[in-house]
């Protein structure tokens, strides 16, 4: 199929692909708690690897115009290669990976595909005094996703160094965000749209919305050290990494601890894949021209023409009668 096409080999994203058959010793990279859970779960683990594909789709969207475009080299794991340097790219992949899982999960709930959840009960049939509406209809259980976001996709962080607080913080960075771009939707009842009653429910933010909030995010990270209770002692918090700063982060801010490489040249200790091959703009003054793409190597160009139907005519009766047009256009590619 074409996930497994995409993604060459078993990642959570291809589990979809399979079915719900347990094949959950197969999946690379799961930590001892998460494979537990695989096997108790196969109809989550489905809905999880749609979460993590999601979230992987959504990065590759937010940085197709950048150097790192959300690529990179390294062992194989359920949440894609993952990157080895505790960068502000890495922080972006965590917080989108955990948002991804507990969107899918949720919505999977509402549309009464997993067993256990289903719409949020807590609000079925209250009635909003203030604004004069109903809860109705089947809001998004957004705590059940969010829960199981954190048991399944915190389990991976079993060492206990900075990285670890990084990559927690982050996650529940990306859970927040969701939980900020929750909707109200409402209906309105009675005779020819007159609104005598009204009912509302939440929905789930449509998940591009939340790789625009992330990627806002990405650009305000802040950079962090770890802080050890005592020496010789595993890191228990992190502040601002800043002289005189005592400044913990805030819960909305994503969080480094290590500076990005350039992700100039394919490095594998860096996970860097490097930008040879990618296309960029000779034209544009972005991230994504020919200068800053291709970090001074030079571009190669490759002209082609273009083909398309053109002045198109209705005839009557009935046919459309078409020019053949062309062009020759150049696309450019780094060195
Ligand atoms: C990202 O860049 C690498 C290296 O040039 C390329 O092989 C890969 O196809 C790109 N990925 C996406 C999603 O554009
Ligand atoms: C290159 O950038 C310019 C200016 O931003 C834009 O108008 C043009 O469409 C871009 N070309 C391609 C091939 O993306």
Request: aromatic share 8%.
């Amino acid at each position: 199929s074409k996930n497994m096409h995409v993604n060459g080999c078993l990642g959570l994203s291809s589990v979809a692909a399979l079915g719900a058959s347990i094949i959950c010793n197969k999946i690379p990279g799961l930590a001892p708690r998460q494979r537990t859970i695989c096997q108790s779960r196969p109809d989550a683990i489905i809905v999880i690897g749609e979460g993590v594909q999601r979230a992987i789709n959504e990065c590759q969207f937010q940085f197709r115009h950048g150097r790192w475009n959300c690529s990179a080299l390294g062992e194989r794991t359920a949440f894609g290669r993952e990157l080895k340097v505790g960068s502000k790219e890495a922080a972006f992949t965590y917080a989108i990976i955990a948002a991804g899982v507990a969107h899918a999960v949720t919505a999977a709930c509402t549309q009464g595909s997993l067993s256990g959840c289903g719409c949020d009960k807590e609000k079925q049939g209250f009635y909003n005094q203030e604004e004069g509406w109903k809860w109705g209809g089947c809001s998004a259980d957004l705590h059940y996703g969010l829960g199981f976001s954190k048991v399944f996709v915190d389990a991976r962080e079993i060492k206990q160094n900075a990285r670890t607080l990084m990559n927690l913080h982050n996650n529940e960075v990306g859970r927040r965000v969701l939980e900020k771009g929750m909707r109200l939707e409402c209906k309105c009842h009675g005779v020819s749209g007159s609104c005598t009653t009204k009912t509302c429910w939440t929905t789930l933010p449509k998940f591009r919305q939340l790789g625009f909030m992330l990627k806002d995010k990405y650009n305000q990270a802040v950079h962090v050290e770890p802080v050890r209770a005592s020496r010789n002692k595993r890191p228990t918090f992190l502040k601002i990494k800043k002289p005189h700063s005592y400044r913990k982060p805030m819960d909305s801010e994503l969080v480094y601890i290590e500076r990005s490489p350039n992700y100039c040249e394919a490095d594998a200790r860096t996970g860097s894949v490097g930008t040879q091959g990618r296309l960029c703009n000779r034209t544009a003054l972005q991230p994504n021209s020919c200068d800053l793409m291709c970090c001074g190597r030079g571009y190669n160009t490759h002209q082609y023409s273009r083909v398309w139907q053109c002045n198109c005519k209705f005839l009557w009766c009935c046919y459309v009668k078409c020019n053949t047009c062309s062009e020759r256009t150049e696309v450019y590619t780094c060195k």
